[in-house]
């Protein structure tokens, strides 16, 4: 086999692979799409429900589920109960990796202003840390 004729190939894949990556040009920088693409999540999460008076601390009386989007957490107690907390900077990663959140409650409740800190779920190596705000009560209208 010739070196000719290892060449054409390869240039042609080259070729190919230039085309294909100039053909695309996003809207908007990777990082305001994914804060685009979470708010309007947070937005259908939220659909139905009226936001009350913040308040400075959440009891853990249950365990609820949450939801991240970006940095706004969504803690779910019902279809008719849900808490926003509007997170303070250094949380970025939050929504949109595989880290893990772990807070230390020595009050057994969740307080603005308690440092949050961000885990790497697989490596478990600190990836960042921030704090909680306000929480927000969303109840379903009635």
Known sequence: MSMRSLL???AAMTL?????????TP????????????GQKLDQALAGLTPGKPESCLPQTRTPSSSS????IVYRY???LMYRNDMGPGCERMGNSGD?????TPLGRFCRGDIVRLVDRVSGFPTGSCSFGDFIPYRKAR
Do not use: W
């Open 78 to 80: 019902s279809r008719n």
């Open 27 to 38: 809207d908007k920088p990777l990082g305001e799409q994914i804060s685009y693409d979470s």
């Open 69 to 72: 989007y970006g940095r706004t």
């Open 8 to 10: 054409i190939p390869l």
């Open 100 to 104: 893990v959140m772990v807070a230390s």
């Open 16 to 24: 190919v692979g230039c085309a294909g990556s100039g053909s695309r």
